[in-house]
């Protein structure tokens, strides 16, 4: 059973579209987050939700949203793509908030905006 | 404010010789530490990690890492390195909150045949 999954993995898309990015988590995890993986492996966290609630929201630009209808579920959605979205963006979830909790990651969703 | 360093992106060994892999840390307060590994073209998986109990942690895949205070160093070591070791590594910081969580630059491992 995978544990963080992503949907798609891979996603491919013209500049101006609006596009979503689905994950869901299978274990039991109160907190879940986006991070944004740069060409040079550079990864930073955007997003985190602890129970359906956001905690963390890093300087991103506002075209990006995350949703959470459940606490199993963390969907980020991008509107108006520009060329710099093109990263691979991973989906992580940790049993709680606190910082001892090791993150565990999804598969990844390469996104390339042209 | 936390936040790691590692030194060197690109580290290249022989296989079966020795791997390092540095992280220093800058915290203000004692921090939990990590090292992730990241196979190509994969998420990152949880190699160890550090939680303020033993100073030297050993993870899977017979890696370990040492908590120096006094250096503020966290260097990830592996006695004989495989062919199958060869990914991204990077090591992570988070304050006792969750709220404040970093990862490093990563290094890149590569191992000679």
């Known amino acids: 059973d995978t544990a963080v999954s992503q949907t798609p993995k891979y996603l491919v898309t013209q500049m101006g579209n609006d596009k979503s990015i689905k994950c869901e988590q299978n274990l039991g995890h109160d907190t879940m987050y986006w991070y944004k993986q740069d060409s040079k492996k550079f990864l930073k966290i955007m997003f985190s939700y602890n129970n359906k609630e956001l905690i963390i929201n890093e300087t991103v630009p506002n075209r990006f949203s995350p949703k959470s209808p459940d606490k199993a579920h963390l969907n980020l959605h991008i509107n108006s793509l520009e060329l710099g979205d093109s990263a691979v963006y991973f989906c992580?979830?940790?049993?709680?908030?606190?910082?001892?909790?090791?993150?565990?990651f999804g598969p990844g969703t390469r996104l390339t905006v042209l | 404010a936390q936040s790691v360093t590692q030194l060197g992106s690109h580290v290249s060994v022989s296989e079966g010789a020795l791997v390092l892999l540095r992280c220093n840390y800058s915290?203000?307060?004692?921090?939990?530490l990590f090292w992730y590994v990241q196979y190509p073209n994969q998420g990152l998986q949880l190699l160890l990690k550090?939680?303020?109990?033993?100073?030297l942690v050993k993870g899977i895949n017979g890696f370990e890492a040492e908590f120096k205070k006094s250096e503020t160093s966290f260097h990830l070591t592996k006695p004989s390195a495989h062919m199958s070791d060869a990914a991204e590594y990077f090591c992570?910081?988070?304050?006792?909150?969750?709220?404040?969580?970093?990862f490093g630059t990563g290094t890149s491992l590569t191992v000679i045949p």
């Open positions: 992580a979830s940790s049993q709680e908030v606190r910082g001892r909790n090791e993150q565990f």
């Open positions: 550090y939680t303020s109990a033993a100073t």
């Open positions: 915290s203000s307060v004692p921090p939990y």
């Open positions: 992570a910081v988070s304050d006792y909150t969750g709220n404040q969580f970093y």
